[in-house]
């Protein structure tokens, strides 16, 4: 069984800037599609960048140039580094891990409060 373990949300200020860390467990890191998406109180579910595991990735119109997804199959990790965070960035951010037709894991989620 996949586990998706998510971490680094917090509270910032805008124009600030967090990573969030997303740890796997399990052998098919490397070859899943990892992904993050958002969720926003009283909006859908909604994807924010992701990253084959091989092959160019892919942001959200509203993150484009502010966020930077990455992965390092060595650790079975997936990273969003988000700078120049606005107050419309405040979300839960998920941690999704896309395995072929045979699975698709979600994390707990990490909360992202931009505000002053």
């Known amino acids: 069984q996949v586990q998706l373990v998510e971490s680094g949300g917090g509270l910032v200020q805008p124009g600030g800037s967090l990573r969030l860390s997303c740890a796997a467990s399990g052998n098919i890191f490397s070859i899943s599609v990892m992904g993050w998406y958002r969720q926003a109180p009283g909006k859908q579910r909604e994807l924010v960048a992701s990253?084959?595991?091989?092959?160019?990735?892919t942001y959200a119109d509203s993150v484009k140039g502010r966020f930077t997804i990455s992965r390092d199959n060595a650790k079975n990790t997936v990273y969003l580094q988000m700078n120049s965070l606005e107050p419309e960035d405040t979300a839960v951010y998920f941690c999704?891990?896309?395995?072929?037709?045979?699975?698709?894991?979600w994390g707990q989620g990490t909360q992202v409060t931009v505000s002053s």
């Open positions: 999704n891990m896309k395995w072929s037709i045979f699975g698709d894991y």
């Open positions: 990253i084959p595991s091989g092959g160019s990735t």
